[in-house]
């Protein structure tokens, strides 16, 4: 069995991991750490893992977490900077779920996080932890830096267009809805229920700090820097986001929904649907899928894709189970073929 830790895994994202790892027939949590939840057996806690462990949080320890062949980090950015050095030197694997390791730039990360980068000598470790574009380096990784909710949603939606060069990478448009709980476990006025039920709000529209990481990303995709107008909104759900793209094609005799059945055929975890499909985010609530479909209204220039995900899944806690099975050598749908819940 892969034995795992977790630090700091009070959170959404935490409880979410947790919830897929006891279920994990190749893994066993044995570590869970909360500084102020020290001592607090995690079913109290979180009472959905009651009849699934025994164990407690604990206070972060490094000797005990590097007897762990992988440590996950659920925490607040800034956090991971500290201790997964240690880890590292120890010879335990590390997945961090927040955004520490994302931006190679530490410069570009510290605008963008309000603080400076606390270990900027691991950057050149780090792998981008999207299955879909960088599978063939996630096997032999030591640290994996999980993408985040908003940039998997519209980082998976955009690849088939610019890796095929049919569209012009300088006019790119991402409009993205998340519920609330993308904003996390903590208390804030603009989450409360009477702040965001019956509502819904643009937010970030200066800048938003996932915008340099998905710009990062498909760059490489598309061999050079795009431009992306990326505006994301708060919805009143609890789970999902649904970003919808616009593109502007360069080949108008492309066969784009073939395109998008080749490029995703032989990828467990994105589901292309069939044409003049409109997805809903709640048929993969609680899965570890996106689902996409692309459409080209009025059989213009314009390229509209409608990309789907769970937030707290394949946008956060499911994708890093997806690299612990890949770095492990398991098939990487171990754990992560439930479906969706519905209604």
């Known amino acids: 069995m892969i034995r795992a830790g977790i630090v700091g895994a009070t959170g959404y994202t935490g409880v979410e991991l947790l919830r897929l790892l006891f279920t994990h027939p190749e893994v066993e949590p044995v570590v869970v750490t909360s500084r102020?939840?020290?001592?607090?057996?995690?079913?109290?806690?979180?009472?959905?893992?009651?009849?699934?462990?025994?164990?407690?949080?604990?206070?972060?320890?490094a000797g005990r977490l590097s007897e762990c062949d992988v440590v996950f980090f659920a925490t607040p950015h800034g956090v991971a900077h500290g201790l997964a050095g240690e880890l590292l030197s120890r010879g335990t694997r590390v997945i961090d779920l927040s955004a520490d390791f994302r931006l190679r730039d530490p410069d570009l990360w510290a605008h963008w996080y309000g603080q400076s980068h606390g270990a900027p000598e691991l950057l050149d470790l780090a792998v981008y932890g999207l299955p879909e574009i960088n599978r063939a380096h996630i096997p032999d990784a030591r640290l994996i830096a999980v993408p985040g909710c908003y940039p998997t949603a519209v980082i998976l939606g955009f690849?088939?267009?610019?890796?095929?060069?049919?569209?012009?990478?300088?006019?790119?448009v991402a409009d993205a809805k998340s519920g609330v709980s993308g904003a996390?476990?903590?208390?804030?006025?603009?989450?409360?229920?009477?702040?965001?039920?019956?509502?819904?709000?643009?937010?970030?529209?200066?800048?938003?700090?996932?915008?340099?990481?998905?710009?990062?990303a498909l760059a490489e995709v598309a061999g050079a820097a795009p431009r992306l107008t990326f505006v994301p909104h708060l919805v009143p759900m609890i789970r999902g986001i649904h970003a919808t793209l616009y593109a502007t094609l360069s080949d108008s005799g492309a066969d784009l929904q073939a395109v998008y059945e080749q490029r995703y055929r032989d990828e467990p975890f994105v589901d292309v649907m069939p044409a003049g499909s409109h997805p809903e985010t709640r048929s993969v609530r609680g899965t570890n899928r996106c689902r996409v479909a692309v459409h080209r209204p009025g059989d213009g220039d314009t390229v509209v894709v409608l990309?789907?995900?769970?937030?707290?899944?394949?946008?956060?806690?499911?994708?890093?189970?997806q690299n612990l099975n890949l770095m492990f050598g398991l098939a990487e749908t171990t754990g992560l073929d439930g479906i969706a819940v519905l209604p």
Do not use: M, W
């Not at 965001?196 to 340099?212: D, I, M, N, Q, T």
């Not at 990309?307 to 189970?321: E, H, P, R, T, Y």
């Open 36 to 61: 102020g939840n020290a001592g607090e057996a995690l079913d109290t806690l979180f009472p959905n893992l009651r009849g699934h462990t025994s164990l407690a949080f604990t206070e972060p320890n």
């Open 159 to 172: 690849v088939p267009l610019l890796e095929g060069g049919l569209v012009d990478a300088g006019r790119l």
């Open 184 to 216: 996390g476990r903590k208390a804030q006025v603009g989450t409360l229920l009477c702040e965001a039920s019956e509502s819904f709000k643009a937010y970030g529209v200066a800048g938003h700090r996932h915008l340099p990481e998905i710009l990062q």
């Open 307 to 321: 990309s789907v995900i769970d937030n707290l899944v394949k946008g956060a806690s499911g994708q890093a189970i």
